[in-house]
């Protein structure tokens, strides 16, 4: 039996691009961690070892540092700029272009009391050009093309956000599921709900050509991100939850019934388990205060939000996929690597 070349892709992964905006004496921080991918008519190296098509990753690496000589803009709109860079040579058909952004704040900015008392209150708060890093998670973004089927350079544009760990203490139930053999899970009416969240949302083809076409360096794409971040977050607290499943389903479904330009959006939820201690051989009570916070095994609820109006799913019809979604799989799903 021949064997043959299956699907590729090849570029540089995890380019660490720090961009100081020195406009002003109030500098701005970039702070990005870039994967560029190129996929098209590279048999030739595979198969032979001939280079001659071969985009080198070192070159897509040097591509990413002089693009950010002209600034970065947010980060879907630089990952374009490199994908429509990148489709230019005629040997590539595709790409998968993927920043992560970690967020710096500027130190003394959450110095409430100096502020007020500052002679110049017009004057923003925090040190000029001295950083700390945030917690909370990063920004992602990712820009998919493939030109392949009809020759159109349409990119899919997903923004999104990782290991957003979120904690509420109480508002959270879990019973009512079966019991067996092996079950030894309590029923429970008040429990600790904990997650490290992951999502990725895709905006619409014609939202999405829009905001890059604006000119504003995607700035269009940082609000939408401030903006799903805080409903996200708003609906995780606000719910009061009967399972994990309930929470992330109505934070994607919150998402999705206030921004209609995000076509559909996927989020991925460990269950950051809580475990009450039994303190009463130390003749302790423990009403819901003292907690073993586990790191394995944790559960882990996956759930894709989408419009029902979506275009049906073919690939669903053997029933193997448990979705009660008809929504139309987008391509891009497949090169996330992962349910998210
Ligand atoms: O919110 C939850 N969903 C589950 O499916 C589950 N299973 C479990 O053991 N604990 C929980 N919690």
Redesign the pocket.
């Known amino acids: 039996m021949p064997i043959v070349l299956g699907a590729n892709q090849y570029g540089k992964a995890e380019v660490r691009l720090v961009r100081v905006d020195r406009a002003t004496p109030r500098h701005r921080l970039t702070d990005l961690s870039i994967t560029s991918q190129l996929r098209g008519d590279f048999a030739a190296t595979h198969l032979e070892g001939d280079n001659a098509g071969v985009i080198a990753t070192d070159t897509q690496k040097n591509t990413v540092y002089a693009f950010a000589r002209d600034g970065v803009g947010s980060p879907e709109a630089f990952l374009a700029r490199l994908a429509r860079h990148f489709l230019t040579f005629p040997q590539v058909t595709g790409g998968r272009w993927v920043a992560e952004q970690f967020a710096w704040e500027r130190i003394g900015a959450d110095r409430i009391a100096v502020a007020a008392a500052r002679p110049d209150p017009g004057r923003e708060a925090g040190h000029d050009h001295s950083f700390v890093r945030s917690g909370g998670g990063r920004r992602t973004a990712l820009v998919h093309a493939d030109t392949s089927a009809d020759g159109s350079p349409g990119l899919a544009v997903l923004a999104g956000l990782r290991d957003v760990t979120l904690l509420k203490s109480t508002g959270s139930e ?1 019973h009512g ?1 079966p019991r067996d053999r092996y079950t030894t ?1 309590p029923e429970v009416t008040d429990r600790v709900l904990a997650t490290d969240l992951t999502a990725w949302w895709r905006y619409t083809d014609e939202f999405a050509a829009s905001a890059l076409d604006a000119g504003d360096g995607g700035a269009t794409f940082d609000v939408r991100y401030d903006a799903v971040r805080s409903i996200l977050l708003e609906t995780f607290a606000g719910l009061h ?1 009967l ?3 309930q929470t992330v389903f109505a934070m994607g479904k919150a998402v999705l019934e206030s921004h209609p330009e995000i076509a559909e959006i996927r989020l991925s939820c460990p ?1 950051n388990h809580h475990f009450l201690v039994d303190l009463e051989p130390f003749d302790l009570d423990n009403p819901g205060e003292v907690f073993f916070a586990a790191d394995r095994p944790y ?1 882990l ?1 996956e759930v894709a939000v989408t419009r029902s109006d979506a275009e049906p799913d073919t690939r669903s019809d053997d029933g193997t996929r448990g979705s009660a979604s008809p929504a139309a799989e987008h391509p891009v799903w497949a090169t996330i690597g992962g349910f998210v």
């Open positions: 879990f599921f899970l939850s399972a994990l499943q269950n559960g609820i």
